[in-house]
């Protein structure tokens, strides 16, 4: 058993116990539907598997503001501010965990959180833990594309302007979804090429473009978690290099590589980590890295110690931000402790096993927010200095993807 584990197995026993303090929770009102107050730049989702919704929340104020419910798999919404909805693939089946599978796409009120529309879709949507790559709204804000696994790739693009499934187009040997212009995406091949695909008016096929090959998907394979800036894309391998693609013209344009790691670096046995590893603030151009230390390759799932900040215009680290103790801040607010015992506690009794998600908010005052895969609690920083601003707890039991959408 994990030190992770011992210690949740003993909060989950701690908390069964009757609780500390009463709950100071208003008398909820039966049948009232409210409506979202204008959106903060520090709003953000966060998916949960086990709960099977993304919520909403406020990183300022910790506010839980709202959910949108789902069916079983990744819960990774789009956002489209220009007609205020927001696109959610949800799977569901006909007796819970089994039976007859249906796969939509909601469309969803972003006031309200409530569904205003569904459209069925193919049941072949990509069913991953992270959910980086599986759904994307294209740049014109008309088709949504939603990568499927079968295990034949293919991508199913909707039309949210008219609410109907507008087709489905075959990429052998390429996966993911990644939108790259006004009516295409991107796709990642196992031969190490990138895949652009072009839509026509109506969303089939117009185009295809296949590149030569950018990474060597042998000896170090890029991760699927990209993170845009503007018309470009950046990628990173499992030994920490970055590929960053520039898409604004029809053919795909592959700037030369760098790496996140110097030779002393390396010789200290730091890595990539986590789950959802990257983050990008557009405007400053600063990129945050989750890293952890020790672990051979293929350790690039380890829940991360770091995060390492880098400013893309000069390719090099500029900031070194240490990761809170999540599962540690989450076992003592379980347990209801005072704050004194809380510190003492998180420091020298629950082990720190770092993060396994990162999200930028992209204001010129952004916010930091790490979740691990365990426990309901986040940490947010501020993104520019680094310093640590507060937890926000009982967001879920198991976070996914984290998204900040405005």
Not at 8 to 15: G, H, I, K, N, V
Not at 38 to 45: E, I, K, L, N, Q
Not at 46 to 61: E, H
Not at 379 to 385: E, G, H, I, T
Request: with cysteine.
């Amino acid at each position: 058993m994990t030190l992770r584990c011992a210690a949740l197995l003993a909060l989950a026993l701690a908390s069964a116990a009757p609780a500390a303090r009463a709950a100071d929770v208003a008398a909820e009102v039966p049948g009232a539907v409210l409506s979202l107050p204008p959106p903060s730049p520090h709003w953000f989702w966060i998916g949960d598997l086990l709960y099977r919704r993304s919520a909403l929340v406020d990183a300022d104020s910790g506010r839980f503001l709202g959910m949108l419910s789902s069916g079983v798999g990744v819960i990774a919404p789009s956002l489209s501010a220009e007609r205020g909805e927001i696109y959610l693939p949800e799977t569901y089946y006909s007796r819970g965990s089994r039976g007859v599978r249906t796969d939509v796409v909601t469309v969803y009120d972003a006031t309200r959180l409530a569904p205003i529309a569904e459209i069925a879709i193919p049941p072949k949507r990509a069913d991953v833990v992270n959910g980086a790559g599986m759904s994307t709204l294209l740049d014109d804000g008309r088709f949504l594309a939603v990568f499927n696994l079968t295990p034949a790739t293919s991508v199913t693009i909707v039309d949210v302007e008219s609410r109907s499934f507008a087709g489905e187009i075959a990429i052998p040997g390429c996966s993911m979804v990644y939108a790259a212009g006004m009516r295409r995406f991107a796709s990642l091949c196992g031969d190490g090429s990138l895949l652009l695909v072009t839509l026509d008016a109506t969303g089939r096929e117009a185009a295809r473009q296949r590149s030569e090959k950018f990474f060597n998907p042998i000896d170090d394979p890029i991760t699927e978690k990209g993170v845009r800036q503007g018309e470009r894309w950046l990628f990173v391998s499992f030994e920490g290099i970055v590929h960053a693609i520039d898409l604004a013209d029809e053919a795909a344009r592959f700037e030369k590589s760098w790496s996140l790691f110097g030779a002393s670096d390396r010789d200290g046995g730091w890595r990539i980590g986590g789950t959802q590893h990257l983050a990008l603030h557009q405007a400053s151009g600063r990129l945050y890295a989750l890293v952890h230390q020790g672990g051979g390759p293929g350790s690039h799932k380890e829940p991360g110690s770091q995060v390492w900040v880098y400013d893309l215009a000069s390719q090099r680290r500029v900031q070194e931000i240490p990761v809170a103790n999540l599962v540690g801040a989450f076992a003592v607010h379980r347990l209801g402790l005072s704050s004194g015992l809380v510190d003492w506690l998180v420091e020298h009794v629950v082990p720190n096993e770092g993060a396994d998600s990162i999200a930028v908010t992209q204001d010129p005052e952004p916010r930091l927010v790490m979740a691990a895969r365990t426990g309901g609690t986040l940490a947010v920083y501020d993104a520019r200095s680094g310093a640590w601003l507060r937890y926000l707890d009982d967001v879920g039991l198991a976070p996914g993807v984290l998204q900040a959408p405005w």
